[in-house]
């Protein structure tokens, strides 16, 4: 496979995604200020995911969730950021780092619960067949070839 872009850039040149358009309805709200940049599509990556996330003050990482499949990583930068789990919350400062094995089910994300911007590395596997629970919210996904497909707990569409 020829190479044809240098296999490095600049972060900032590249777009960010702010909130998210995957949850159905209101389960989007507590995302709206999470501001995501795709640093590992950037670069070509297919087996696994690198994204620079930024958290505004009340936003969070996503709904609390646990994936069958996929392993996730992340490594705080900056700013103070609320790790909230099946056991509590507790607040990850710069160079603190947090994983979440696949298939422990332990519904976790982070939340902003600062007065100023987090940001923080996540890493997460492309592992086909992942599924993601959510124990807080009525909601499933079920990864695809196009990405997650989200339905009630019940299995109906939303």
Known sequence: MAISEPPF?????????RGTTVYPGKLSEPV???NKTA???????????VNLVRLEPGA???LRHWHT???EFIYVLAG???LVTDAGAQVLAPGTIAGFP???????????RSARDATYLEVGDRMPGDAVRYPDDDLVGEGTRAGYR???KDGTPY
Do not use: C, M, Y
């Open 9 to 17: 850039t600049d972060p900032k040149s590249l777009p960010s995604r």
């Open 32 to 34: 709206a200020g999470r």
């Open 39 to 49: 640093l590992g599509d950037a670069l070509g990556l297919q087996n696994f995911g």
């Open 60 to 62: 969070a990482s996503a």
């Open 69 to 71: 499949r996929q392993d």
């Open 80 to 82: 103070e950021i609320t």
């Open 102 to 112: 696949a298939g422990v089910a332990n519904g976790h994300h982070l939340v902003n």
């Open 150 to 152: 989200f339905t009630h």
